[in-house]
C-alpha cells in the first residue's frame, strides 16, 4: 500500500502519498540529476522572484480603429471605458506610445502604439520612434483587410528579429452581418453556429490570401473579437505565443494573462508548481527565521508573498475582482460569495502564515520529509536537512490547490445567467 500522510496546512487537508509527491516533485528532481545543487540554487534564486524582476512588453499596432486599445483593455481584462482603460473610439491621434502596466504585475506592461499607415508612413521611421527594441512582441491589428502598411510593419519588425502576430479583429460584426444577411433567429443554435464557422472561414482564407498577395508566404492570423475576448482564435494566439517565448517569460505570459476559459486556470497551475519548488529551495536559503515550535526555519516573507502573488495569478484578490466584476456586470460581492478557501491579499501576512505553521506543529511532517529525501536526497543538503523544504512547498502546495479550487468556483459565476 502506497503509505498516505496527511497534513493540515490550513483548515483543508493535504494528503501526500508517495505517487502525489513523485508528481509533485518531478520538476525540482530532474532539475536536480541534470545539474549541481549549486547550480539548481542559483537557478532557482534568479527565477522564484519572477513576477517582480521579469518585464514582460507587448506591442499592439494597426491602423486607425482597428481595434488596438480594445485589445489592450481585453489583455487586461478591463471594459472599455472602465477607470484606468484605454481609450477607444477616439478620433485624435497620439503619436506617443501609451503605456498600460497589468493591473496585478506592475512588470507586465502593454503598448497601444500609434496608428501606422498615415500620412508618408515610413515603417522603419515608425519602429524608431516607438523604441521597438524593448518590446518582446507585436500584434499587428486589422479590423478589415490587411494592407501594404502592416506587411511593410511586419516586414521590418521580421528584419530586426522581433516576434509579430497578425490579429484580425471585430469578426462578431462580420457574423453578425452574415446572420443578418441569411435571416437566421439568433435562437436557432445550429443554424447560428454554421454561420460563425462560414463566416470565420471566409475571413480566414481572404486574409491569407490578401497577405500572400502582399509577399507573405506562410501568413498566421488569428480571427478575433475584443467584445468575446475567450472566443475564436484568441485561446489559440495565447497558446502561440506562449510557445514561441523563452521559459522564463512564457511562465510571465501565462501568469498575467486574464482567466477566461478553464484552461488558462490549468495553464497557471502548472506554471505556479514550476514555481513554488524554487520558492521552496529559496525559502530556506536565505534570511531564516528559527521557528522553535517546529525546530525549522522558513522565510516566511516569502512564503507570504507567494501566496498573495497565486491570488493575484488567479484573480482572487480585492483588484482582480473588482475588474472581474465590472467586466462581467456582476456585483463583486457575488464573485467573492464562491471564494471558500482564499482569504483575502490583505490577511495574508507573515502572522498569517506564522499561525498556520504552529496549527500545523502535529502534522505528519517527519514522515513526508523522509518521503522527500527517499526520492529527491539532494534536498538534504538544505537547511534543516530537507525539512524547511517540504514544510515550506506542502504548505504553497496546497494554498495553490485551494486557490485553484476557488478561482474555477469564480469563473462558473462569473459566467453564470
Ligand atoms: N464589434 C466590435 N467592435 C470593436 C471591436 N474592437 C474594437 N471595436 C470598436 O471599434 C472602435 C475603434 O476601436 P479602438 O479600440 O478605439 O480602435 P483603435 O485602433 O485604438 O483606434 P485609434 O486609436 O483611434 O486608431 C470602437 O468603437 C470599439 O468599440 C471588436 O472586436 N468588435
Ligand atoms: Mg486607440
Redesign the pocket.
Known sequence: MDPAVTIETTEKQCVVTTETLRKDLAEVKTALERKTFEAVSAEAKEQSNLLNNITLEIAIT??????????VNALRGMK?HEKGAAL????ETTMVPQEYTHPAFPKVKIW?LP?IGTNNFSAKEYLKKVNFSKYDLFII?A?ERFSIHETNLALEIRKNKKKFYYVR?????DIEYYRRSKRISVWDTHEMLQAEKKTLDVIRKDSSDNLKALGESSPRVFL????DFGRYDFPLLQETFEKEQDEIKRDVLIMSLPILTKDSIKKKKAAMESLIWKKAMVSCAVELIPLPFLALGCDIAIVAVTMRDICKVFGLDEDSLNILANRVGKPVEKLKSVIEHTPSTSNITTEFVMDILKRSAMWGTIRVVELVLDFVPVLGCLYGGGSSFATTFYLLKNFLENAVKDAEKVLAKAAEH
Do not use: C, H, L
Open positions: 494597426g491602423r486607425a480603429g482597428a481595434g488596438k486599445s480594445s485589445f472599455d477607444t473610439g477616439v478620433t497601444d496608428r491589428i479590423s479583429s471585430k469578426v462578431d460584426i478575433i473579437s475584443n467584445w
